[in-house]
Each structure stands twice: as C-alpha cells, then as structure tokens.
C-alpha cells in the first residue's frame, strides 16, 4: 500500500525558516518523482517543487525559486522541502505527491498519482 507522509509544518513569523519532510512507503524499487504542491484558503493548488528520482534535477515556481530548495535522500524514499524567508503569502496546505515512472519532475498535478494528507505553514507578518 502506497502512503506518503507529510511532516514539519507549523507557525513562523515572516523571513523564518521550516523544513517539510515527505516519506513515501510502498514504492520500493519503483520509479518515481516527488513533487510538492500547496493550496492556500480560496485558491486553486499550485506547484512549488519537484525533483527526479535519480535527484539529478530538480525544478520550482517562480514565487519560490531562491528561496526553496527540495532535496532527496539516498535511500530515495525521503524527500525534504526546506523553506527560507518565509512570507505571510507562503501560508497554505502543503501536500507531497509522488509521480510514477516519471524520469523528470513535472509541475501538472495531474500527472501525479499518490497524494499525501498535507501538512499546515503558516506565515504570519
């Protein structure tokens, strides 16, 4: 059974830092990229970071890049989100997501098939 568990979020006044952790179990020996996606209250969720399977590369959104940096342990199982400068427009519901077979990381929520529950950042000013 496929699970992805999202951990790390919480409260953090702007220009702080948090480190989202995603761990993904029953996909071993699968393929598969990761990507994190977050959903603020009334919007749409949106793409903010994904990396390959082999962590050889790795993409962002604008709003992010600079500030955010996904990263993928050896084990491949274990995907971090670390966020720096935080800003009150960064408060959402940040979920994992895992991308089967996919080579390269992906910014198409679609394209992915397993979600995790999601973990709450919240930036106050």
């Known amino acids: 059974q496929v699970q992805l568990v999202e951990s790390g979020g919480g409260l953090v006044q702007a220009g702080g830092s948090l480190t989202l952790s995603c761990a993904a179990s029953g996909l071993s020996y699968r393929t598969y990229a990761v990507g994190w996606f977050r959903q603020a209250p009334g919007k749409e969720r949106e793409f903010v970071a994904a990396?390959?399977?082999?962590?050889?590369?790795?993409i962002y959104a604008d709003s992010v890049k600079g500030r955010f940096t996904i990263s993928r342990d050896s084990g491949e199982s274990m995907v971090s989100l670390l966020m720096n400068s935080l800003k009150p427009e960064d408060t959402a519901l940040y979920y994992c997501a895992a991308d089967l077979g996919a080579v390269r990381p992906r910014t198409t929520e679609y394209e992915y098939d397993y979600w995790g529950q999601g973990t709450q950042v919240t930036v106050s000013s």
């Open positions: 990396i390959s399977y082999s962590r050889s590369s790795a």
